[in-house]
Nanobody, 124 residues
Framework: QVQLVESGGGLVKAGGSLRLSCAAS????????MGWFRQAPGKEREFVSA????????YYADSVRGRFTISRDNAKNTVYLQMISLQPEDTAVYYC?????????????????WGQGTQVTVSS
């Protein structure tokens, strides 16, 4: 059973930074596509970033490119999302997800496993 546990969310002022972590268990971590999605109140869950672990390829939504960085630590079975220059519009619950390739990295319906989410709140 694949389990994903996010951590690192919190309250930060505009312009601040946070690093989210997603610890995976119960899977061959290096074989998966790992993604981050977010959902703001009253909005659809949207793609933020993804990492194809076998190829090291990264993908970003236009809204976060240049501010967010996805990375991994294979030894810890953990994926990170480093977020800088946070803005109030980044406020959302952030979800980690895992998928068995081949998938569309930005396609939320392609992901098989989801974490419980971690709240990120950016104040102005």
């Amino acid at each position: 059973q694949v389990q994903l546990v996010e951590s690192g969310g919190g309250l930060v002022k505009a312009g601040g930074s946070l690093r989210l972590s997603c610890a995976a268990s119960g899977c061959t971590f290096s074989s998966y596509v790992m993604g981050w999605f977010r959902q703001a109140p009253g909005k659809e869950r949207e793609f933020v970033s993804a990492l194809v672990l076998t190829a090291g390829s990264t993908y970003y939504a236009d809204s976060v490119r240049g501010r967010f960085t996805i990375s991994r630590d294979n030894a810890k079975n953990t994926v990170y999302l480093q977020m800088i220059s946070l803005q109030p519009e980044d406020t959302a619950v952030y979800y980690c997800a895992a998928a068995v390739p081949p998938v569309s990295p930005s396609g939320k319906s392609d992901y098989h496993y989801w974490g419980q989410g971690t709240q990120v709140t950016v104040s102005s």
